[in-house]
């Protein structure tokens, strides 16, 4: 089963390797400020997950519908 955390980092590993195979500085600074919030959007995910671990059901639902 793919989590939303396993499908963002196989997406950042596609765009780095689209990065490393760019072909125009304006494509690279482009695929640069993607990896920059995928980076991103991982580490809230990470935090997410991290704070399941503390949370009852009811909570966990509570903040998911936020």
Known sequence: ???HLNALELR???E???LARA?????RELRRVWI???EKEIAGERAF?????DMSD???LAELLQ
């Open 12 to 14: 950042l590993s596609n």
């Open 1 to 3: 089963m793919m989590t």
């Open 23 to 27: 072909k125009t500085e304006g494509e």
């Open 36 to 38: 920059a919030q995928i």
């Open 58 to 60: 009811d909570e966990l």
């Open 49 to 53: 997950v991290a704070k399941q671990d």
């Open 16 to 18: 780095r390797g689209y």
